[in-house]
């Protein structure tokens, strides 16, 4: 087994009952790293088709800038780079050994869950359809909430946590994957860390995603019902198993993996009242991305769900301007055709990977002071 690396991440655990929160891992975790779209590949595809690596930017020394000019304080920071290289390539190969021990597993724990197979489906134009008002469960409204947390991790908790239930739903908690659009799971199986990676190393999630749906059309998805998870978050190093001796308590989920667009041309402009940022360049990319959206709200809909976990879609490798996407969500939850009460509960898990808090100018401080609070 290789190094447990020592990079850290804040995982945060929705309300869990303490013995749950010890089965589930709550202490912090390996982070995750700005993916390259420029690391090497195994099979050498082009650069256009780099949507599998989701791979750690290595550090490049020619870009690093010594604050003295001794060769001291140069090699400190030569020697600090190197073991940063180290420290990526000790997780990857331990990342590697969960997912093949991971993909060995899983035919075994699933002939004990017949609740849960491994089923997927694939959603491309025209479905999933528009939702129709006749259907709405005119529920309350709800105020969508953004939390620095792990998307399991949160859907479990959701699921749990009494105070967010209102009415009787049987439906698993259904999460969006950001999903790799030509490979399922991205790099999972070659040791790379995005979040869904992280999914993959946790669940049965990589057996639901058919390769025969792969690419994933630009506006489609794959919709997985139910989906087992057989591990704890990343704590220290460490995905640990859960209770394999009790399959019928695993917790299970839904997902539905959306591909985000992949480095769209941004630009910078003023916004009134707010400051400069960065938008997308060309309109038309704007609106890709709210219609993955609205096919991400439209499938977890037709199928049922009621409780849903979303996320910074496209802002983490594929550079998807942050300000834009929270917007985008915003506006599209604002639509006539998602309003009316569709949903009992809608959180954001959007890790705080700055940990700058709610006031930051990362993914979660951007969503939280978009998003936070804002009723569906």
């Known amino acids: ?9 804040v995982q945060t655990v929705l309300n869990l009952h303490p013995e749950r929160r010890r089965d ?41 800038q010594p604050q003295e000019s001794s060769s001291s304080s140069i090699s400190t920071i030569y020697e600090a780079a190197l073991e940063r290289k180290h420290a990526i390539k000790a997780r990857r190969k331990y990342l590697s050994s969960i997912a093949a021990e991971t993909t060995a597993l899983l035919p075994n724990i699933l ?20 939702l129709s008002p006749r259907f709405c469960p005119n529920l309350p409204p709800t ?9 399991f991790d949160t859907a479990i908790g959701l699921a749990e946590c009494s105070k967010y239930i209102t009415i009787k739903d049987k439906k698993p908690v259904c999460i969006l994957n950001m999903a790799n659009a030509n490979n399922a799971g991205g790099g999972w199986k070659r040791g790379a860390l995005a979040q869904e990676e992280a999914l993959c190393y946790r669940s049965s999630l990589s057996f639901s995603l058919k390769l ?56 910078t402009r003023e916004v009134p009242g707010v400051g400069i940022r960065q938008v997308y360049k060309d309109p038309a ?29 496209g802002c983490g490798a594929f550079e998807n301007p942050k300000e834009e996407v929270a917007d985008c969500w915003g506006e599209v939850f604002q639509e006539r055709e998602f309003s009316g009460g569709w949903w009992e509960s809608i959180i954001f898990a959007v890790m705080d990977d700055r940990d700058e808090g709610k006031d930051g100018d990362g993914n979660f401080g951007v969503f939280y002071k978009r998003l936070d609070g804002v009723f569906v």
């Open 212 to 267: 025969r749906y792969y690419p994933i059309p630009e506006v489609g998805a794959i919709y997985s019902p139910t989906v087992l998870v057989i591990r704890a978050n990343m704590d220290e190093g460490e995905h640990k198993l859960l209770d394999l001796e009790q399959p019928d308590k695993l917790p299970v989920v839904s997902v539905v993996s959306v591909a985000a667009p992949c480095l769209p041309e941004v630009r």
């Open 143 to 151: 105020a969508i909430r953004i939390h620095d947390a792990d998307t």
């Open 1 to 9: 087994m290789a190094e447990r690396p020592n990079r850290k991440l």
């Open 111 to 130: 002939a004990t869950a017949p609740h849960a197979p491994p089923k997927g489906y694939l959603y491309a134009p025209p479905n999933p359809p528009r």
């Open 285 to 313: 990319d704007r609106e890709i991305m709210k219609e993955k959206m609205r096919v991400v709200l439209r499938t977890a809909t037709v199928n049922q769900h009621r409780r849903l976990v979303l996320g910074a879609l």
């Open 24 to 64: 589930l891992g709550s202490s912090r975790s390996p982070y995750f790293v700005r993916q390259s779209p420029n690391d090497d590949t195994t099979d050498g595809r082009a650069q256009n088709d780099f949507q599998d690596k989701m791979e750690d930017i290595q550090p490049n020394p020619s870009t690093l």
